[in-house]
């Protein structure tokens, strides 16, 4: 039971959930997945339950990712999934009522914003707040992002990759790519397909990513291997092959190509005060995707500019909505937080 006062951060991502409670820390990060069953449109699971039934579904019910493209494909399931996190989290009951901060993905339009504000307010929060992603990256990131000084972050989650340049607690210059974490996966499948003439899971392929994947091939991994299942596309049949890390540096090479390219794009909108800023104190990289390995270095290369991974990447949107909550008058006051509240 949550008392007075308590806040709640969450980070309503493409690819999972992740909750923060004051006092607390994260106490929930669950992949954004939810099985629904076909007659009825209830709600069979939600979270990693429903994620283990991805792509072994009997008929009658689907697993589907409602936030996959970077946008609220499907927002009545995004509200149910959010009600659903937020009880699983503090418990069905509060007895006050908590202010709920939600970090959104870049691509959500205004009328899904009301849909995700709604949810939270009737999930039994006291005010709902929105907060943009990149802000939430760093402040997650332990950024001072309200200082006059310019610095940037690249946030790569399951559906896009968000590169912002941020100064006084504003974003100056952005752009937000529908390039992430599943489009890698994708593209592994894709070579396999090609070269293999065999048919792997995206589950599959996010392992290769994850254990062997690199987007920097003399970064230690070139002599690794995997050996992954699939249906061979010509016997019909299941078959193993053993996929190499060179081989998933070449599969990934386009997607990643493609981020390196906007983050060059962003630099060069960049004002030249600002663009000094980022010389000094580098770019930072949060969100799951960012542990791509090899993916720092090569934007290092790229770039010429110092290059990190932010500690702990794939909890800093979570941390940072609650970071957001506890300096609330602040960021209101600067404009960088709407008062409005419905
Ligand atoms: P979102 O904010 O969209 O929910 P996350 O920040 O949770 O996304 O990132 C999810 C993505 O990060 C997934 O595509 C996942 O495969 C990828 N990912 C997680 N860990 C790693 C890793 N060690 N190497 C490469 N990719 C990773
Ligand atoms: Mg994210």
Redesign the pocket.
């Known amino acids: 039971m949550l008392g007075w006062g308590t806040d709640i951060g969450i980070?309503l991502?493409?690819?999972?959930?992740l909750v923060y409670v004051k006092g607390k820390g994260i106490v929930l990060n669950e992949p954004?997945v939810v099985a629904i069953e076909r007659d009825t449109g209830q709600i069979f699971a939600v979270g990693e339950e429903a994620r283990r039934m991805l792509g072994r579904t009997p008929g009658n019910i689907i697993a589907i990712r409602p936030?996959r493209e970077?946008v609220i494909a499907d927002y009545d399931t995004t509200e149910k999934m959010l009600r659903y996190f937020i009880n699983k989290a503090c418990g069905r009951r509060f007895f006050f009522k908590p202010r709920v901060m939600v970090c959104i993905?870049s691509g959500v339009t205004g009328v899904e914003e009301r849909a995700v504000r709604q949810a939270a307010l009737q999930a039994g929060a006291r005010q709902a707040y929105l907060i943009e992603e990149p802000l939430a990256a760093a402040l997650g990131a332990g950024l001072d992002i309200s200082e006059a000084s310019g610095s940037m972050v690249i946030?790569?989650?399951?559906?896009?990759a968000d590169i912002a340049v941020l100064s006084l607690g504003g974003i100056v210059c952005s752009k937000s790519l529908r390039v992430?974490?599943?489009k890698?996966?994708e593209a592994i499948v894709r070579y396999i397909r090609r070269e293999y003439n065999l048919m792997i899971g995206e589950r599959s392929a996010?392992e290769l990513?994850?254990k062997i994947?690199t987007a920097y091939p003399l970064a230690k991994r070139e002599n690794t291997s995997l050996e992954i299942r699939g249906r061979d596309l010509v016997s019909g049949l299941p078959k193993t092959v053993t996929v190499t890390s060179v081989e998933c540096y070449e599969a990934l090479a386009e997607p990643v190509e493609a981020v390196v390219g906007a983050v060059k794009e962003v630099l060069e909108k960049t004002p030249p005060e600002l663009a000094a800023d980022i010389i000094n104190k580098g770019i930072v990289m949060?969100?799951?995707?960012s542990?791509?390995?090899g993916l720092d270095i090569l934007l290092r290369e790229e770039t010429g500019l110092p290059v990190h991974v932010a500690e702990d990447a794939?909890s800093c949107?979570a941390l940072g909505t609650g970071k957001a909550l506890s300096m609330l008058n602040v960021l209101q006051s600067s404009g960088i937080i709407s008062k409005k509240v419905i």
Do not use: Q, Y
């Open positions: 980070d991502g493409t690819a999972s959930v954004s936030l970077g993905p946030d790569i989650g399951g559906g896009t992430g974490g599943d890698f996966d996010e990513k994850i994947g949060t969100g799951g995707g542990l791509l390995h794939i949107v």
